[in-house]
């Protein structure tokens, strides 16, 4: 229209659009007039306006599988994580506790990347020495994921996954030979 002044009237269910509040799981339908000084209009343009549900994210601890781990102080072990949501893994963050204390944010998860449509795979490995874990006997771990859904809109969402708690021992066995009697007597099991 030229760079001269412009009227336009935005409106969404034959409503005012500043007007118009949406609801979940409903479809709407817009329009936009624009008429210039002189009368002159452009081609009214429309469409749909679908509200969605945006559901928070999950987040769950594939390995260690045992939930419950006995190690020494010491030791080290493997985290790997699956997080899932409907928009998007902005990020995963390993926390700690020590006994029955407050979480704390350790760091984010070292390696997080897509794997599906909404499926996201993390790995990580948690050294126990680098913790300053005196006077604690246990120490817990979980991850917090939280989704893209921005903040001007009530976001993020962000989900934690359950715990892996590590009983301290100063004469455990590695995570690794634990494992492999594990797979050991699941295996006798089997046979």
Known sequence: LGG???RASLLVDGRPADVHEMVSNRVSSWTLDLVGEEGFAAPRRGGELRSFIDTPPTVVVERPAAKSL???????????ISASDDLGVAGAVLRCRMDAGEWSELRPVASL???????????DEIDLSTLDLSGARSVAFDV?????????????HAATSMPVVVQLEMNAASHGMQSLSEEASAARRLL
């Not at 006995?70 to 790997?80: D, G, M, S, T, V």
């Not at 990347?113 to 790995?123: H, N, P, Q, T, Y």
């Open 4 to 6: 001269r002044a412009v």
């Open 70 to 80: 006995r190690l020494a102080p010491h030791a080290k072990f493997p985290l790997e």
């Open 113 to 123: 990347v897509k794997s599906g449509a909404s499926l996201w795979k993390g790995a």
């Open 144 to 156: 917090v994921a939280k989704d893209t859904f921005s903040a001007e809109r009530g976001g993020p």
